[in-house]
């Protein structure tokens, strides 16, 4: 015999470093962040942008600007030919993005960027674009550049198997979404499968900016909270920094999205905008939100 | 000396301790005084799961400390109301930090089988085991010369238990059979990269008797190893570090559980029943979560109505007086001719003629049932995606006649090149939107469908027309198709006096049409089923929709199911190109990829230059002029001819399903054989549908 294994395990050659990776029980880096925030009684400052956008080194300035403006986590959107969770706005960016050449890789520089700006950095992707890089490959790029955890608008935690067993080895997030008509069972799985926080959507709906935010996600929320969600973020809608601190007053955090992307379109809404022009822009509009976000619970 | 030789040395040691204060015949006594082993065979071996043996364990050689595991008990129920179907607890006290004590408190906690792990040589530690209750040992192949395995092996039998017997190398499983062994632990892992090795494993275990349970051994940490292993054959397996350092070890046991129930769902026969939500490893629910009550409720809705009398006999009712079915099954002698004089056969071919259906193709089959569904589920307003207008426009008549709001979302490149059916949709009533996003063609129209649906699915169906897309839209309109094989099968016997044909050829866009002629052909081997893909300008020219030959589609995820996609090395959807709107998808169905991968179906494809030319055959010899996705399958029965005849075939009966009828494709095919003049072209171009546009929000 050349070699002996033994119950189950080899005990031959080097041991440690070639095995499988264990459970990593690191802490949640998202869930750190809100506490971090929540001691100072503050909802976070959740924003979206897209990588690539307008272009890949544009995408790294807007991003810097966003984290230099009052941002906590940063959601990197990782730009998809057939994005059905998103609306104009998002779609017009992917598109801008792809057509400028956006390839996956880069994105781990966005993930860097924002680690060393002090803020989390997770990653938003249809799930096909992970999938189709490796989920194994795409979490250790991932966590080696320093990146926090996914969001998944299209991987429902029933069709996650692989995510969560690779997410756990890797000391991941997974955050996963609810929306405003997710059955109490629905919650629940949602709730007991996501690490970091929940995504809720704050309408029926794809992304995009809103005239007003109603009533409905405050109740998903607290129902979310009560399916066993440590921490429940807002997303979908929210453009203006008082929606943030009306939203804000009840959330762990407040995810903006489009409101951001938008800075950097121009009028048509189909084209990129001049960039100092949209990273001006983007730097005000964070700033509104931030403030309105961060003062929420101050009144 | 080896570690194996250390460790079985030192459990030999601690074992003549303990037997200094109580010897064999006392320790029988105890065995004899214990109450009886469970059967672990019937744990181990479960046609609808892959049962977990959970264990617990402190430490190992290989990876150091894992957990200090303070309450075997606890760790114990918890493994069992997750779902394990036998705990395994090391006593091996060295190495492995565990004890007989430890044994004696799982023992007593759960009412499962619990196995004895360790380094077991002799006899005594046989009857140790089952004097604390053991239902199972292990037996380490490597560690035992065959006589001494043997008699290990006989009294583990002779006490009622059973022993997991593991091995690794071939020759160890040959030794284990060889002195009798029941259920055999296949160590698997690859020693390079110690991930498990699903070829080494079915190696391994191949040609073991059926009757012998294989037991996944080593590499199983959580679900995708798990999967790996049930697909590779194993019947159990055994996992360690995976739940017993989990920080929920009962959600870390549940999720292996229900991954192993997945499996064997996902595998079902007869093929011909096998129900979704996975057709081997595709299909699925890859969408957002805000579509998940809707998707459960159409689930539940179409199970309720399946079992239910009464909304089988209004279905059956429609397509007779309202539909037209049955549709006929008619010779094609003169077309047949052709085939016969190009391949050199005597075929006999027979047309399914779905093109004589109300609406003009197999489309409203589909949408006759899930009109029925909309109506149960109370709903009021219905969205479809159509790529050739058949879809869309069997959906405005559905809601036609049940008085539904109906919208139908068309790509602009579609729309352009039917402008008929559109013009036919918005008589019917319905409000046709013309998608401009993305590459405009019936992918785009499908995520523009979804993003509606997300929106207002309170009150809104969304009426997919394919086997694809989220379960359970695959499996439900595979059994609203199946009539079509059903019809063909029976009127081939009692029209024909042919038991049953040769071969069956139908296009492959999404794949219902495909279905629902070979379903009730799937479970017979005798018949050879051939599927037929958009070639467009050929395989090489990447201007096709061709998923299934090689170096086209890949394994992906797209609107919301696991298939083959044509995609970019980044995951980005490719375009596809295809004369035919209704072939022309990037992706296809789950149960079609299943189909393939098994073998089952024969796939190929048709360039436009073939379909077009079969087209003319099926004009110019029968008077039928087909729609131009179904040319593809008369473009088809050429290829499948010859391999009939390859495979010795003289006189074989070939049915070609035509899904649908031309009328709508005249002005491309009048174009392209050259029957119109270059006015009467333009004047078709400038008439246009114009569809009101929607550049989303």
Redo the contacts between chains.
């Keep these: 015999?050349s070699?002996?294994?033994?119950?189950?395990?080899?005990?031959?050659?080097g041991?440690?470093k070639?095995?499988?990776l264990?459970?990593n029980h690191r802490p949640s880096p998202s869930r750190v962040r809100l506490d971090a925030c929540e001691a100072k009684d503050q909802p976070a400052f959740i924003g979206y942008l897209p990588y690539g956008f307008p272009n890949a080194e544009g995408s790294l300035q807007a991003i810097e600007t966003i984290c230099r403006h009052g941002v906590d986590l940063v959601e990197i959107g990782l730009p998809?030919?057939?994005?059905?969770?998103d609306?104009?706005v998002i779609?017009s960016a992917a598109?801008i993005a792809?057509d400028q050449g956006e390839?996956?890789a880069g994105v781990f520089e966005a993930v860097e960027l924002v680690a060393a700006c002090g803020a989390v950095p997770l990653i938003m992707s249809y799930?096909?674009?992970i999938?189709?890089?490796g989920v194994e490959n795409f979490a250790r790029d991932f966590a080696n550049a320093g990146g926090a955890g996914l969001i998944t608008?299209?991987?429902?935690p029933?069709?996650a198997?692989?995510w969560?067993?690779?997410s756990?080895?890797h000391g991941l997030d997974r955050i996963?979404?609810?929306?405003p008509?997710?059955?109490q069972d629905?919650l629940k799985t949602?709730a007991?499968n996501s690490r970091g926080f929940v995504y809720a959507?704050s309408r029926?709906?794809?992304t995009?900016e809103q005239e007003s935010i109603s009533a409905s996600p405050q109740t998903l929320v607290e129902t979310t909270r009560q399916a066993g969600a440590d921490k429940v973020c807002v997303g979908l809608g929210v453009s203006t920094g008082d929606q943030g601190a009306q939203v804000g007053a009840y959330a762990d955090g407040v995810i903006v999205g489009s409101a951001l992307v938008h800075c950097l379109l121009d009028d048509s809404g189909r084209r990129s905008r001049d960039l100092q022009e949209g990273l001006n822009l983007l730097a005000a509009k964070s700033d509104e939100l931030s403030l309105g976000i961060h003062t929420a619970r101050l009144s | 000396m080896t570690v194996l030789d250390q460790l079985v040395a030192g459990a030999r040691e601690d074992q003549e301790l303990r037997e200094q204060t109580l010897p064999l015949e006392a320790l029988q006594e105890l065995a004899k005084a214990a109450p009886a082993a469970m059967d672990a065979h019937r744990w181990l071996k479960q046609s609808k799961a892959v049962p977990v043996i959970a264990e617990i364990k402190r430490a190992s050689p290989s990876k150091g400390h894992l957990g200090d595991i303070p309450d075997p008990a606890a760790l114990g129920r918890d493994y069992e109301r997750g779902g394990a179907s036998a705990i395994s607890v090391l006593t091996e006290g060295r190495r492995f930090l565990g004890s007989l004590q430890d044994f004696d408190q799982v023992r007593a906690a759960v009412h499962i089988p619990v196995m004895r792990k360790d380094f077991i040589v002799s006899d005594y530690q046989i009857w140790e085991a089952r004097a604390h209750g053991a239902d199972m040992v292990l037996l380490i192949v490597a560690a035992l010369e065959d006589q001494d395995l043997k008699s290990l092996l006989d009294l583990t039998h002779q006490l009622g238990m059973t022993a997991l017997v593991e091995t690794h190398s071939r020759e160890e499983i040959d030794r284990a059979m060889a002195v009798g062994a029941r259920v055999i632990g296949i160590n698997a892992r690859n020693l390079k990269d110690l991930r498990v090795d699903v070829h080494r494993y079915q190696e391994l275990a191949a040609d073991l008797p059926v009757d012998v349970i294989r037991v996944a051994e080593s590499g199983v940490f959580g679900p995708i190893e798990l999967e790996d292993y049930a697909r590779a054959g194993a019947d159990a397996v055994l996992v360690g570090e995976g739940v017993a350092t989990a920080e929920d070890p009962q959600l870390a046991v549940s999720r292996l559980v229900s991954a192993g129930a997945r499996v064997k769902a996902s595998e079902s026969r007869p093929l011909g029943q096998h129900e979704g939500p996975y057709f081997g490893q595709y299909g699925g629910r890859y969408v957002p979560e805000a579509l998940v009550g809707a998707l459960d409720e159409l689930e539940s809705v179409y199970e309720e109505a399946k079992a239910d009398p009464s909304f089988l006999e209004e279905f059956a009712r429609l397509n007779r007086r309202y539909v037209g079915r049955p549709s006929p099954l008619t010779e094609a002698p003169r077309f047949a001719g052709r085939i016969n004089d190009q391949v050199g056969l005597k075929a006999r071919v027979f047309l399914k003629r779905e093109d004589l259906n109300h609406t003009g193709a197999h489309k409203i089959n589909n949408a006759l049932g899930q009109g029925l569904l909309v109506k149960r589920m109370g709903k009021t307003r219905v969205i479809a995606e159509t790529g050739a207008g058949q879809h869309g426009v069997a959906t405005a008549t559905v809601c036609a006649i049940f008085g539904l709001r109906c919208r139908i979302y068309m790509g602009q490149i579609d729309a352009r090149r039917q402008a008929l059916n559109v013009a036919r949709m918005r008589l019917l009533g319905a409000e046709v939107v013309e998608v401009t996003q993305g590459t405009r063609i019936l992918k785009d129209a499908i995520n523009e469908a979804l993003r509606d649906w997300v929106t207002n699915v309170k009150d809104t169906h969304y009426l997919l027309g394919t086997v694809a897309g989220p379960h359970p839209f695959p499996s439900m309109v595979r059994d609203f198709q199946k009539v079509i094989g059903e019809e063909a099968s029976e009127q081939l016997r009692e029209e024909y006096g042919i038991a049953s044909p040769d071969a069956i050829c139908a296009c492959v866009g999404g794949g219902s049409n495909a279905i629902g002629i070979m379903n009730a052909f799937l479970d017979d081997p005798s018949v050879n089923l051939y599927g037929y893909e958009a070639g467009g300008h050929g395989p090489q020219s990447g201007e096709h929709a061709i998923r299934f030959a090689p170096g086209t589609g890949e394994l992906g995820l797209f609107q919301g199911a696991k298939s083959y996609l044509l995609e970019t090395d980044e995951g980005q959807t490719l375009d596809t190109y295809s004369i035919s709107a209704g072939l022309d998808y990037a992706s296809v169905g789950p149960e079609h990829a299943w189909l393939r991968d098994m073998g089952r179906v024969n796939y190929s494809w048709a360039t436009d230059e073939e379909a077009m030319s079969a087209f003319k055959d099926l004009c110019e010899t029968e008077g039928i002029i087909p729609a131009i996705e179904s040319s593809h399958a008369l473009a088809g029965a050429y290829k499948a001819a010859a391999d009939l005849k390859a495979k010795g075939y003289e006189h074989p009966t070939i049915i070609v399903n035509v899904s649908g009828r031309g009328d709508k494709d005249v002005a491309t095919a009048g174009k392209w054989f050259g029957y119109l003049t270059d006015e009467q072209s333009q004047a078709l171009e400038a008439n246009e549908a114009q569809g009101s546009s929607r550049e989303g929000e």
């Design positions: 015999m070699q002996s294994v033994i119950g189950g395990n080899a005990v031959a050659g041991v440690g070639d095995q499988p264990g459970f998809y030919s057939d994005p059905v969770m609306g104009q779609q598109r792809l390839r996956i799930w096909n674009l999938f189709h890089y608008p299209d991987l429902i029933d069709e198997g692989e969560i067993e690779v756990d080895q996963f979404m609810v929306s008509d997710s059955s629905r949602v007991g959507a029926m709906g794809v995009g």
